[in-house]
């Protein structure tokens, strides 16, 4: 079994501070673990993935997640959140063996003060 | 390369109405997955295809049903529908190799969304 929890549904950060979402896993193989971020009234999109190489995984728009095994943890993490960066954000755990099963949390919205 | 495809992108529908759903994928990405993103449950895995083929299933009643073409091309049927059926549904697509072991990354492209209102 595998699922996700995403500490906090709404997080506000003032612009130009250091955005952190928070992610735990559990997985009872070694995972694929995903961020995605939805902008309103669009699709998800693909933030950056984890898939067992570097530990710290750099995305794309500045993001980046660190893989933490003793801590079952994914966070995402950027240095200065921009107003561009207010969507929500979301978790998500795979094992694949072969089959597409991802698990999602329940995503974290980002509000991003001026 | 086109993204992913969804048609319609708003629908209205009456309560006991059924809908029918269309997704295309991304060209040569053969499985296909459907989602329920509601306020209150967050993102909700209806099932996945692969190769005309369903694959996965989550847990929504025998309502929602789904099936792939030979293109990849997918539709979701939902009949006799009810209020809590409004949600964003959303099909994501991705190139899944091999049957065993690691070989599936798990990264999905989505499509913009359904959005559907049942009144």
């Known amino acids: 079994a595998q699922s996700v929890t995403q500490l906090g549904s709404h997080v506000s950060v003032s612009e130009g501070a250091l955005v952190l979402l928070r992610c735990n896993y559990s997985?009872?193989?070694?995972?694929?673990l995903f961020w995605y971020v939805q902008y309103p009234n669009q699709g998800l999109q693909l933030l950056l993935k984890y898939t067992s190489a570097a530990t710290l995984v750099k995305g794309i728009n500045g993001f980046e997640a660190e893989f933490k095994k003793s801590e079952t943890s994914f966070h995402l993490t950027k240095p200065s959140a921009h107003m561009r960066d207010a969507a929500e954000y979301f978790c998500?755990?795979?094992?694949?063996?072969?089959?597409?099963?991802?698990?999602f949390g329940i995503g974290t919205k980002l509000q991003v003060i001026p | 390369k086109a993204g992913v495809t969804q048609t319609p992108r708003y629908l209205i529908k009456t309560r006991g109405q059924q809908v029918t759903l269309s997704c295309s994928p991304i060209s040569g990405h053969r499985s296909v997955s459907w989602y329920q993103q509601t306020p209150g449950q967050g993102l909700q895995f209806l099932f996945e295809y692969f190769s005309e083929t369903q694959r996965n299933k989550g847990n929504f009643p025998g309502r929602f049903s789904g099936r792939q073409f030979s293109n990849s091309r997918s539709e979701m049927n939902v009949s006799t529908l009810e209020l809590g059926d409004s949600a964003l549904y959303l099909c994501?697509?991705?190139?899944?190799?091999?049957?065993?072991?690691?070989?599936?990354?798990?990264?999905?492209?989505f499509g913009p969304g359904t959005r559907l209102t049942v009144t």
């Open positions: 998500a755990v795979s094992h694949s063996g072969g089959y597409q099963k991802v698990t």
């Open positions: 997985s009872s193989v070694p995972p694929y």
């Open positions: 994501a697509s991705s190139l899944t190799a091999g049957t065993s072991g690691r070989g599936a990354i798990g990264e999905q492209y």
